[in-house]
């Protein structure tokens, strides 16, 4: 179930909640009760397990040396990091 981000426009608050993606948005604070608005975000990304002991990564952020000839982050070897480039 996705989590969605809300900001009240009364106060400011910021508030998560988890809802089904046709559950119908917030639309009240629970603080102040004044209009929120849902807050476009990246999220957590897209995990993928890659097969070789369970490790998790994001797409296209692990070091890409053995498929494109060029790492992510500008080395000239692979750097077996996994949040390699950021």
Do not use: W
């Not at 070789?52 to 890409?64: H, I, P, V």
């Amino acid at each position: 179930m996705p989590t969605y981000e809300y900001v009240c426009e009364g106060c400011g608050g910021r508030f998560d909640r988890q809802q089904g993606i046709s559950d119908p948005a917030v639309t009240v604070c629970p603080e102040c009760g004044g209009k929120v608005n849902r807050v476009i975000s990246g999220g957590a990304g897209f995990l993928l397990k890659d097969g070789a002991g369970g490790r998790t990564r994001r797409e296209g952020g692990d070091c890409a040396l053995h498929s494109t000839g060029r790492t992510c982050c500008g080395r000239e070897e692979r750097c077996g990091d996994v949040s390699c480039g950021s």
